[in-house]
């Protein structure tokens, strides 16, 4: 076992790979950047990025800390659209199949969608979100009454997933990465969801809230919590966010 898990951290797992089979050589024609709206579903516009915080990313860099507790203010939308911009926000008009985000990803893929527990977000109704990068935008999927409980037991038990203003939850898509990559998609998945969560911790830093990034986490809970199959998509990462606590 611990021969396989080095092996998946190894270049040789990509020299391993067939490139010549993958869908993309192969002419099939890239998967969407987005999964598409819900029929219905409501649809809420983001606002526009103004200037948020006065910190500098020397600063934000060298105050970023895992943070558990939070105060009950809630988040502004102002504030959640940036934390969702700075993390999958794009930089530039998509094109079919892949766009530039404001995060690095292998081969431009991007293959994870971002899930949200919202709790305290003024302007929003208390539910389960899906943000869509494409147009800057949140669609609200579900408002079940056990939002806080199902998302702490969704994160093993850890309180602070359901005290938060609001819990990012991220998904992957594994097929977006392995159009192009094939079997070695799932290593570079792994790294996308650590550029993701990372410039999550600095931009929370440089509006005054705080995260904690949470990899121990109930799969089935979790897949259930955002809605999803748990084969062609499944959550892999979980950050709940909230303002800090001042001393």
């Known amino acids: ?12 797992v990509r020299r391993s790979v067939d490139f010549s089979r993958t869908d993309q050589y192969l002419g099939v024609d890239p998967p969407p950047i ?6 219905g579903a409501a649809v809420t516009a983001l606002p526009d990025l103004g200037r948020l915080g006065g910190i500098s990313l020397e600063g934000a860099i060298r105050s970023r800390e895992s943070r558990r507790s939070y105060s009950r203010e809630p988040l502004s939308l102002n504030e959640l659209s940036f934390l969702l ?30 899930y949200l527990s919202v709790f305290r977000v003024t302007g929003l109704e208390r539910g389960l979100y899906r943000y869509l990068p494409a147009g ?14 199902a998302t702490t037991r969704a994160a093993m038990g850890q309180k602070f997933a359901g005290r938060s203003a609001v819990t990012f939850i991220w998904t992957a898509i594994p097929y977006r990465m392995e159009w192009r990559y094939g079997d070695a998609a799932y290593k570079v998945i792994a790294l996308d969801a650590g550029h993701v969560c990372q410039n999550l911790y600095l931009a929370c830093e440089a509006i005054g809230a705080g995260t904690c990034a949470i990899a121990a986490y109930d799969q ?5 919590l955002a809605g999803v199959d748990g084969e062609e998509e499944f959550v892999i990462y979980m950050a709940p966010v909230g303002k800090v606590v001042t001393r």
């Not at 079919?96 to 293959?111: D, I, M, N």
């Not at 949140?138 to 409980?149: C, G, I, M, Q, S």
């Not at 089935?220 to 259930?224: F, G, N, T, W």
């Open 220 to 224: 089935e809970k979790a897949d259930s």
């Open 85 to 114: 911009w700075a993390t999958q926000g794009l930089r530039g008009v998509p094109e079919q199949g892949h766009a530039l985000r404001t995060v690095p990803s292998a081969g431009c893929r991007h293959a994870l969608e971002t």
């Open 1 to 12: 076992m611990k021969d396989q898990g080095r092996y998946f951290l190894k270049d040789s």
């Open 34 to 39: 987005q999964k598409p709206v819900p029929e």
């Open 136 to 149: 800057h935008q949140l669609v609200l999927l579900k408002k079940p009454e056990d939002l806080e409980t």
